[in-house]
């Protein structure tokens, strides 16, 4: 889950524009399944405001 994480807030820092939703998107993309509430999660960890507060 670590991983998923750190690939979570990489891709944040990368694409500011993306949301929870376009994120969870691209991870599908990439094969990785996680549940696009799991992503949100991460960003409301990491103290991260939503796109398009950012």
């Given amino acids: ?3 998923v994480r750190a690939l979570v807030l990489r891709l944040t820092r990368e694409n500011p524009g993306w949301g929870y ?3 969870h998107g691209e991870l ?3 094969g990785v399944k996680v549940a ?3 992503v949100w999660e ?3 960890e990491a ?3 939503p796109a ?3």
Avoid: C
């Fill in 52 to 54: 398009s507060e950012r």
């Fill in 28 to 30: 599908l993309v990439l």
């Fill in 36 to 38: 696009a509430s799991t």
């Fill in 47 to 49: 103290g991260i405001d």
């Fill in 42 to 44: 991460i960003l409301q």
């Fill in 21 to 23: 939703r376009r994120l």
């Fill in 1 to 3: 889950m670590h991983s």
